[in-house]
């Protein structure tokens, strides 16, 4: 009989997708289940900064994209809670960890949204470099994260799209307007070069996680192909990106940019950024005021189980 773990091997070196009942070493299950589980979190804890934006969009028509948008990262938390619980923990015990504070979320959702200018370039930078990070994903080994992965894709291109109109709209506004779209702008392009992870010599990714290709390319890869990306988009909106390091390079085909200030960064995961206890204190909030619903839904479904047992008599 052949060895799982050499099967399973196999299995990774062919890119064929690993199922939730197929036999996987307990340090690849844990490893999917904390990624898989701190991407949900980021995307429930990411309709916050933009949430409180739906009543005060300029016009019914931005209300309604923004709405539609909200409702988007709502459906991506819950794909991805349900692939995470294949792997054989339960939605309790995520949450429960995203309250404790032993699991966490994307960094970049603990800014505060300003002004109306910022939800566009949530949109235009934190999309753009979340669609950059999760395309990768699209072709991760295990395949009920890929496979939720390929339809979250799809709706952050449309995401990133539509931050960029706002943004474009903006741009061509009045002086305030552009005035406002630099300033958006200026406060989220750093945490949004952030969102790659660390350095690459400083990562925490073991070489076993490699491996099983949970991450096709490495931190510095991805954050290069954005800045790559927006250096050449911000010249359509006319605005510029505050980085004075920010220059073509010839000789390697991509762009030269500064220093991160990682300073920040470690700070902003360690809990002390602008609005991380106010963004865990409104989980736990929103939590505890569904509490009736989750024991209604229990409820209800035991109800129909009952009834679906007396009916076969």
């Known amino acids: 009989m052949q060895d799982p773990e050499k099967k399973f091997q196999e299995k990774i070196d062919n890119e064929i997708k690993i199922e939730p009942k197929d036999w996987m070493p307990e340090a690849y299950r844990k490893n999917n289940i904390r990624q898989i589980s701190q991407h949900a979190h980021s995307e429930i804890v ?145 945490p949004s070069l952030m969102m790659f992870g660390p350095h690459d010599k400083d990562s925490t990714h073991s070489d076993q996680s490699l491996k099983w290709k949970i991450k096709r390319k490495t931190n510095d890869e991805l954050r290069q192909n954005f800045v790559d990306m927006c250096a050449e988009q911000v010249k359509i909106l006319g605005m510029t990106i505050p980085d004075p390091d920010l220059e073509w390079n010839a000789q390697t085909n991509h762009y030269d940019f500064g220093e991160i200030n990682w300073e920040e960064f470690w700070n902003v995961v360690r809990g002390n950024g602008p609005c991380n206890k106010e963004r865990l204190e409104a989980r736990k909030k929103a939590w505890k005021e569904g509490e009736w619903v989750r024991e209604a839904a229990s409820a209800y479904f035991e109800k129909r189980k009952t009834k679906s047992a007396f009916s076969k008599y």
């Open 46 to 190: 990411g309709m916050l900064p933009e949430g409180n934006w739906i009543t005060r969009a300029p016009t019914l028509k931005r209300k309604a994209i923004l709405l539609a948008k909200v409702q988007d990262e709502a459906g991506h938390g819950l794909y991805l809670y349900c692939a995470a619980e294949t792997l054989g923990t339960t939605r309790e015990e995520m949450i429960n960890d995203l309250h404790s504070g032993k699991a966490k979320y994307s960094s970049i959702f603990n800014y505060p949204t300003l002004t109306w200018a910022d939800i566009g370039t949530i949109g235009w930078l934190v999309d753009g470099a979340a669609i950059i990070n999760q395309v990768m994903l699209t072709r991760t080994s295990y395949g009920p994260y890929a496979r939720a992965m390929v339809r979250i894709c799809k709706e952050e291109s449309f995401h990133q799209r539509q931050g960029f109109e706002i943004l474009l709209t903006l741009s061509r506004g009045s002086k305030e307007q552009k005035e406002m779209c630099q300033d958006a702008i200026n406060r989220w392009w750093w």
